[in-house]
């Protein structure tokens, strides 16, 4: 069974530009968080989603936003990119919140120049 | 905010050595999660304590949640050079739609 699945990668963007991150979560979970880590730190949560629908939010600038499919699928959008949001962009999902434990994809590793 | 402050920050023990890792708030939380990251890869659940003074075991660790739920401790016995990643610790904000990480522990075991 697959796990929690982020795309791309890697990636490197210019300051300004905008980027759209993207999670498949594992089959059957229907909530997905996304969350900021940078070097050295535990993650920020910026969003969770559930049943395609926003139920969180984090302290993060309306630059950055998000949006669940019917396939329970997300996308982490950010735009006008700043220096400052270089960091590892983590995806969770889990069956319905944080009581069931969350399961992790290996992230994004953005670099804005 | 409800913030979760760990400690230490960083520890570098030799193996066979034992140690604790504390994760601290002034905020309730209904339950508190445990997650090991290693470089490069995600945070991995390891336990979640959900009844205040719960002790749980997973072979070397225990994990402890604190009678008032405000605190919890994941003590490690023996450490292996395999137990060397960052330890979180995480709950569910009271609004029930927030959830946080504490500031993370870097341990490192030297063979």
């Known amino acids: 069974d697959a796990g929690v699945t982020q795309s791309p990668t890697h990636l490197i963007k210019t300051r300004g530009q905008q980027v759209t991150l993207r999670c498949s979560p594992i089959s059957g979970h229907k909530s997905v968080s996304w969350y900021q880590q940078v070097l050295g730190q535990g993650p920020q949560f910026i969003f969770q989603y559930y049943e395609k629908e926003e139920r969180g939010r984090g302290n993060f600038p309306d630059r950055f936003s998000a949006r669940q499919f019917p396939n329970y699928s997300s996308e982490l959008n950010v735009n006008a990119l700043l220096l400052g949001d270089s960091a590892l962009y983590l995806c969770?999902?889990?069956?319905?919140?944080?009581?069931?434990?969350?399961?992790f994809g290996s992230g994004t590793r953005l670099t804005v120049v | 905010t409800q913030l979760l402050e760990q400690s230490p920050q960083f520890l570098s023990i030799q193996e066979g050595e034992n140690l604790t890792v504390y994760c601290n708030s002034s905020s309730v939380f209904s339950s508190l999660q445990w997650y090991r990251q290693e470089p490069g890869e995600g945070p991995v659940l390891l336990v979640t304590?959900?009844?205040?003074?719960e002790v749980k075991k997973l072979k070397r660790l225990t994990f402890q949640f604190g009678d008032a739920r405000k605190d919890s401790s994941l003590h490690i016995t023996a450490a292996q050079p395999g137990d060397t990643g960052l330890y979180l610790c995480?709950?569910?904000?009271?609004?029930?739609?927030?959830?946080?990480f504490g500031t993370g522990t870097s341990l490192t075991v030297i063979p």
């Open positions: 304590v959900v009844t205040g003074g």
């Open positions: 969770a999902s889990s069956l319905t919140g944080a009581n069931y434990g969350y399961t």
């Open positions: 995480a709950g569910e904000g009271n609004t029930g739609n927030q959830f946080y």
